[in-house]
């Protein structure tokens, strides 16, 4: 039960975290994002049942290819004179390299047929992993002005300054809500790869997890700020 991801969970709790970013700051930047995230994952459910689904007609497709090769290999075989090979050894050297180019051109040409679905589904999740990764970076800018120390302690303001008008809660509950969006991001990018083991797949998305934990990671030293610097 507890072994797998559950995609209607992340999908309720984005929902319930945007509705929470909404709530709190109404028609903010970050609740667009938080929406932003809500329509991605819903696409994601989508997308990862079609990764982690068979192509059948690609399947049969590809069987019919592979047999058809495997045909004109058999009828190549039954068609060659053994005698006559062996009447000079420059043509049994000749016959055996000539040989030796259709078996590798023909496991070639096999390769890349029984690969092509795999392919196919490893470069849809990569393009939808790589959404994920530009909206954890989109995040990462929205709390980057988010300064805990000029409200702590105040200072004057330059004209090209950003509006402060946070208080120390606002503040904390802002970036709290930063970070718990890009733990769910990564949640999010692991479902691509729940029932798709590919390892070019499998490598972005720990990228993706790396990646926003580095972000968190940033953000809670912020509130880690906040937090000291209350009485």
Same mark, same amino acid.
């Given at each position: 039960?507890?072994?797998?991801? +559950?995609?209607?969970?992340?999908?309720?709790?984005?929902?319930?975290?945007?509705?929470?970013?909404q709530?709190?700051?109404?028609?903010s930047?970050?609740?667009?994002?938080?929406?932003?995230l809500?329509?991605i994952?819903?696409?994601?459910?989508a997308?990862?049942?079609?990764?982690?689904?068979? &192509?059948?007609?690609?399947?049969?497709?590809?069987?019919?290819?592979?047999?058809? &090769?495997?045909?004109?290999?058999?009828?190549? &075989?039954? +068609?060659? +004179?053994?005698?006559?090979?062996?009447?000079?050894?420059?043509?049994?050297?000749?016959?055996?390299e000539?040989?030796? +180019?259709?078996?590798?051109?023909?496991?070639?040409?096999?390769?890349?047929?029984?690969?092509?679905?795999?392919?196919?589904?490893r470069?849809?999740?990569?393009?939808?992993?790589?959404?994920?990764?530009?909206?954890?970076?989109?995040i990462?800018?929205?709390?980057?002005?988010?300064?805990?120390?000029?409200?702590?302690?105040?200072?004057?303001?330059?004209?090209s300054?950003?509006?402060?008008?946070?208080?120390?809660f606002?503040?904390?509950?802002?970036?709290?809500?930063?970070?718990?969006?890009?733990?769910?991001?990564?949640?999010?990018a692991?479902?691509y790869?729940?029932?798709?083991?590919?390892?070019?797949?499998?490598?972005?998305?720990?990228?993706?997890?790396? &990646?926003?934990?580095?972000?968190?990671r940033?953000?809670?030293?912020?509130?880690?700020?906040?937090?000291?610097?209350?009485?």
């Amino acid at each position: 039960m507890y072994r797998a991801l +559950n995609p209607d969970y992340i999908i309720q709790t984005i929902g319930q975290l945007h509705d929470r970013i909404q709530e709190r700051f109404p028609g903010s930047g970050l609740s667009k994002v938080a929406a932003e995230l809500q329509q991605i994952s819903d696409e994601a459910v989508a997308r990862a049942e079609w990764i982690s689904k068979p &192509l059948l007609p690609l399947r049969i497709g590809i069987g019919g290819l592979v047999a058809l &090769l495997a045909a004109v290999i058999l009828v190549a &075989l039954a +068609n060659l +004179n053994i005698t006559k090979l062996w009447e000079s050894f420059a043509d049994f050297v000749q016959a055996v390299e000539a040989g030796i +180019n259709d078996i590798v051109f023909f496991g070639i040409a096999i390769f890349f047929l029984v690969t092509l679905e795999a392919r196919i589904k490893r470069k849809r999740a990569l393009k939808a992993i790589h959404e994920l990764r530009a909206l954890a970076h989109i995040i990462d800018m929205h709390q980057l002005t988010k300064d805990p120390e000029a409200i702590l302690r105040g200072g004057p303001a330059t004209q090209s300054s950003p509006k402060r008008t946070m208080t120390t809660f606002e503040m904390s509950r802002y970036l709290d809500y930063c970070s718990e969006m890009l733990s769910l991001i990564g949640k999010v990018a692991a479902l691509y790869v729940q029932r798709f083991d590919d390892p070019v797949a499998l490598s972005a998305v720990d990228e993706i997890e790396e &990646l926003t934990t580095g972000l968190s990671r940033k953000v809670w030293q912020k509130i880690m700020l906040i937090t000291q610097a209350k009485p």
